[in-house]
Every structure is written in C-alpha cells, then in structure tokens.
T-cell receptor, first 114, second 113 residues
C-alpha cells in the first residue's frame, strides 16, 4: 500500500514564524499535492508538483511556497505565518498513469497560528 | 467559483436506513468523479468512483449514480452503519488534462444507532 507520511500531526506556531510542513511518499509517485481543509470550504488546492523541482500554483497559493528537491518529498512553506493560515493541511500523492486518478492522502497536520 | 458543490453540510440517518449524499458540478469538462471519506484526524480515503460513460457504479453497500444532463451525482449507502459516520467529499477530474482533483466542501454524515 502507498504510504504518505506527514511529519507532524499537530503544530502550534507564532505569527510571523516561518513554518515547514513535510510530506514523504514511498511509492515513487510522480504527482504530489498540498491541500488545506477548512469547515464549509472543503479541500482547497494550495500547490502541486508533477516532477522533481517542478511546482504549480493551485487555487490558493498566496502566503505559501513549496519545494520538491526529491521525488518522494514535497514540502509546504509558510513564509510568515498568519492566524488565517490556521487549518488542517493535507498532503496527497498519485501516479501519472492515465487510469489512476485517485489520490492517497496523508493523515494531515493540524496547524494553529497564535 | 465552486465547480463542485455539496449543498448539504450535514446529514443524519438512522442505522439500517439509506443515506443519500448529493453533489453538483458546473464544469461540463469533468469526466471522472470520485467519493472520498474522511474520519477526524485522518486523511481522506478513496471510496468509489464513476466515469462519465456510466450512470451507475456499485461496490458493496455503496452505489454512485451520475446524471450528466443535470450535472449531478449522488452516493447511496445501504444499509447505513454507525461506522459510516464521517465527512464525505465529492471530487471531479478532467482526464487528459491537468491531474488535480477538484473537491466539494463535504457533507458530514452521522448514522444514529
């Protein structure tokens, strides 16, 4: 089974801090994604990557950046954390084959910015 | 501009009865649809999918129906069990183009014993 591991389940950070959320997958998937989940808004795509060193903006990239230096690792960076970035962050991966549309998600990181 | 909409944020059903979760979409280019289930403090897990060339797909207690003319799909769970209590997300995809899924806002299903 594909495993997607997010480094932290819970994080509390201060406003203005630089925050790193790490995600690692172990099945050689090409595609990796970062979403945030908020009540009433569902899952919103922040950034995604189809290959190493490649990144594309999703629907809500403002205030975030990403890094993909290795195929298995996709990092989400909050350059200067703000309280409106308090959320559940979910990483996912998928293969690039035409008939494999589903994602495998990590367990999520609950980030609180105070 | 939500391309995938789940208009019911919550649904309560008695154990053993049918649960029907609804999803509407606006993008006519979507041709593949999925349902995910999410428990608290866990990531979403894939439940069932349907291609636009079909109007029904069944997997055990779960059936997804697709009405392309109405741009509407629904997930039926029969019979509902307390372990089905979770948030259900509808998602859509356009094959042959970008690889990211577009998700709805989710419906919290509560199955009462």
């Amino acid at each position: 089974d594909v495993k997607v591991t997010q480094s932290s389940r819970y994080l509390v950070k201060r406003t203005g801090e630089k925050v790193f959320l790490e995600c690692v997958q172990d099945m050689d998937h090409e595609n990796m994604f970062w979403y945030r989940q908020d009540p009433g808004l569902g899952l919103r795509l922040i950034y995604f990557s189809y290959d190493v060193k490649m990144k594309e903006k999703g629907d809500i990239p403002e205030g975030y950046s990403v890094s993909r230096e290795k195929k298995e690792r996709f990092s989400l960076i909050l350059e200067s954390a703000s309280t409106n970035q308090t959320s559940m962050y979910l990483c996912a991966s998928s293969t690039g084959t035409a008939r494999s549309y589903g994602y495998t998600f990590g367990s999520g990181t609950r980030l609180t910015v105070v | 501009d939500q391309q995938v909409k789940q208009n019911s944020p919550s649904l309560s059903v008695q154990e053993g009865r049918i649960s029907i979760l609804n999803c509407d979409y606006t993008n006519s280019m979507f041709d593949y649809f999925l349902w995910y289930k999410k428990y608290p403090a866990e990531g979403p897990t894939f439940l069932i999918s349907i291609s636009s060339i079909k109007d029904k797909n069944e997997d055990g207690r779960f059936t997804v129906f697709l009405n392309k003319s109405a741009k509407h799909l629904s997930l039926h769970i029969v019979p509902s069990q307390p372990g089905d209590s979770a948030v259900y997300f509808c998602a859509a995809f356009t094959s042959g183009s970008a690889r990211q899924l577009t998700f709805g806002s989710g419906t919290q299903l509560t199955v009462l014993p």
